[in-house]
């Protein structure tokens, strides 16, 4: 796995009075609901929160609402939209998607990380309104890799795996927005989360990204 970004330096220790917003980004199919899963398997940090996002897509069997997603129709996706309730609204591979502004509140006024995995569009919009914003890009090792487990997820259908292969292409351009970019090596998804977590506990202890308003 590499990475990339400000070098680390002797530092105190982590402040849990210093919550961050935390942004994971990434092309579709390079892993991010399997690292997530494997960061909240990892446990030991109550002081992550992951925030649930909103989505006018439709739900896949494997998903629960309220915890993998809050799915609303188009019609309540913009009411919520218009109330100002989102942090950023964005059109992604066909849907709307967006991060509730309560969710990230609450969570950094408990002290906690917000962890958002939105995509590069949002990711955008929430550093120019948190500019602290920690921004984190996960990389596939090839973009073959990233085709074959679209194809192998079998979860879109023939035109949503085109759309999403085309707006792959797109999304890699925008890694250089990002802090820290980090590969996914295949099967090492255990690695790629432990590398997230380093990373987040090293910005945590400089101490200069604590988010104050969103
Ligand atoms: P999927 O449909 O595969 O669950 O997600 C498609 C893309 O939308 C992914 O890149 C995911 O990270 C992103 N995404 C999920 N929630 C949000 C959100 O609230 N806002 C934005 N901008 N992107 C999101």
Same mark, same amino acid.
């Given at each position: 796995m590499s990475a990339h970004g400000p070098g680390g330096r002797t530092a105190p220790e982590a402040d849990p009075a210093n919550p961050m917003l935390v942004i994971i980004s990434g092309p579709s199919g390079v892993g991010k609901d399997t690292i997530i899963e494997a960061l909240q398997k990892r446990g030991?940090?109550? $002081?992550y929160h992951y925030v649930v996002t909103c989505t006018t897509r439709a739900r896949r069997a494997s998903e629960i609402d309220g915890v993998s997603y809050n799915f609303v129709t188009p019609t309540e996706f913009a009411a919520l939209r218009d109330a100002g309730d989102l942090l950023e609204a964005n059109e992604v591979h066909g849907n709307w998607y967006g991060t509730p502004r309560d969710g990230v509140r609450a969570a950094l006024a408990g002290g906690q990380h917000a962890i958002l995995k939105i995509d590069v569009q949002g990711a955008r919009v929430v550093k120019a309104c948190v500019p602290e914003a920690l921004l984190i890009f996960v990389v596939p090792p090839s973009v073959e890799t990233l085709v074959e487990h679209l194809k192998a997820?079998?979860?879109?259908s023939a035109e949503q795996l085109e759309i999403r292969q085309r707006n792959a292409a797109i999304e890699l351009?925008?890694? $250089? $927005?990002? $802090?820290f970019v980090v590969e996914n090596q295949e099967g090492r998804v255990d690695a790629t989360a432990a590398r997230i977590e380093e990373i987040i506990a090293q910005e945590e202890r400089r101490g200069s990204r604590r988010a104050v308003t969103v």
């Open positions: 030991h940090r109550p $002081d997820r079998r979860t879109e351009e925008r890694k $250089d $927005d990002y $802090d």
